[in-house]
Structure formats: structure tokens, C-alpha cells
């Protein structure tokens, strides 16, 4: 597809569970990008990948999160046990490059339910 | 990054100009000025950035004031489809940091 493709568009989940979130960047594009958004609010970033590499993981809000990019493509978004304040919509951007990165395609997103 | 002020909702009539406003009086000389959208259930939409000089593309046009502590995003004539929240955001060119939103503004285009 021509843009940034995230899967599933909705996920419903217990608390105490482990999900997975994927992201399809569009191709070519080096740099990748998760976000968090709650509701009413702004973006907020999480983590950025440059290839493979997770470049930047300071927005990550504690070890229950984490992301991968194996192979410099898709990407996947990891959150152990779950809990009620995960519940928010999770953003995937991608970019040409690093040193061009200030177009940055998003997502639709993932609509997180922790029940 | 310097931090952006933006009121928190406007109106525009469909047809006419939205102009919406965005205050950055602490940004600095390396600084750029960039403005996103985001429609309801939709990711962010990037529309267009700058440094000094005025810009302007297809979707709008950006003012900037020459002391660059505060900018203007201009859809000359808006249209339904514009309703969003526009986000106005203070970044360096190949900052380290990642783009940083704030709150926006919610701009809602009337009938």
C-alpha cells in the first residue's frame, strides 16, 4: 500500500495480558516511529528506529514496553502485562531518512482497550 | 524545543480563510516551524514547515513574523474536510529529539 499500514485497527484486551501491535511502514523508508495517544491529547512519543536500531527508546514509559524491527521494515510494538492506563491509541510514523525526517507519514493507528 | 502556544478551539465559516494563530516567543535562530493536522480517527497529517521566509503549498500557507516569535497557518478557503486539530510545533532540523505535540487547536469549519 502507499502508507503507513498498522494492524489491528482495534484490540481489546484483559488486564495482566501481553499484545502485540504491528506497523507497515511505506517502503523505503528508513526512519519508524511509535507514538501514544491519549484521549484529548497530543501524540506522545515512545520510541524511534533508524534501520534495525531502536535509536531513541526515551519515551518508553517503563519495561513493560517494548518494540523491534528485525529487519528494518515492519515493526512490532510489545506491551507486557497490561494494565487500564495502557488504553489509547497507538500511532505508527515512518520517514525517508534521519536527516530528512521532518515529514513524518502516520498511521491510523491502533485503538488499545484494557478492560 | 522551544514551546508553542495555540488557542485551545476557533471557528471558520466554510469558504472564507482559516487563519490560525501559534506563539513560539523563546524559539531559536536553528529552530524550524512545523504544522500537522490530525482529522478525527486519523493519524496526524504533516502540511507544512519553515524556517524564516513565508511558505506556501497546496494545502496552505504559512506566515511567519519577521522577529519569528509567532507564526500563521492559512487555509485560504476552508472547507468541511478541514475540521481537525492543528498542531503547531518548534523542532530543530535533525534534532535528536523527536517531534514533540502539544495540545493544538481544534479548528471546526461551519456550514
Known amino acids: 500500500g502507499a502508507g503507513v499500514s498498522q494492524t489491528p485497527s482495534n484490540k481489546v484486551t484483559e488486564k495482566g495480558k501481553y499484545v502485540e501491535l504491528r506497523c507497515d511502514p511505506i517502503?523505503?523508508?528508513?526512519?519508524l516511529y511509535w507514538y501514544r495517544q491519549s484521549l484529548g491529547q497530543g501524540p506522545e512519543f515512545l520510541i524511534y528506529f533508524q534501520g534495525t536500531g531502536a535509536a531513541d527508546d526515551s519515551g518508553l514509559p517503563n519495561d513493560r514496553f517494548f518494540a523491534v524491527r528485525p529487519e528494518g521494515s515492519v515493526s512490532t510494538l510489545k506491551i507486557q502485562r497490561t494494565e487500564r492506563g495502557d488504553s489509547a491509541v497507538y500511532l505508527c510514523?515512518?520517514?525517508?531518512?534521519?536527516?530528512?525526517?521532518?515529514?513524518?507519514?502516520f498511521g491510523s493507528g491502533t485503538q488499545l482497550s484494557v478492560l | 524545543d522551544a514551546k508553542t502556544t495555540q488557542p485551545t478551539s476557533m471557528d471558520c465559516a466554510e469558504g472564507r480563510a482559516a487563519n490560525l494563530p501559534c506563539n513560539h516567543s523563546?524559539?531559536?535562530?536553528?529552530?524550524?516551524v512545523y504544522w500537522y493536522r490530525q482529522i478525527h480517527s486519523q493519524g496526524p497529517q504533516y502540511i507544512i514547515h519553515g524556517l524564516k521566509n513565508n511558505e506556501t503549498n497546496e494545502m496552505a500557507s504559512l506566515i511567519i513574523t519577521e522577529d519569528r516569535k509567532s507564526s500563521t497557518l492559512i487555509l485560504p478557503h476552508a472547507t468541511l474536510r478541514d475540521t481537525a486539530v492543528y498542531y503547531c510545533?518548534?523542532?530543530?532540523?535533525?534534532?535528536?529529539?523527536?517531534?514533540?505535540f502539544g495540545s493544538g487547536t481544534q479548528l471546526t469549519v461551519l456550514p
Open positions: 523563546t524559539i531559536s535562530g536553528n529552530e524550524y
Open positions: 517502503s523505503g523508508h528508513t526512519a
Open positions: 510514523a515512518s520517514s525517508l531518512d534521519r536527516a530528512t525526517n521532518e515529514k513524518l507519514f
Open positions: 510545533i518548534v523542532r530543530s532540523s535533525g534534532s535528536a529529539r523527536q517531534l514533540t
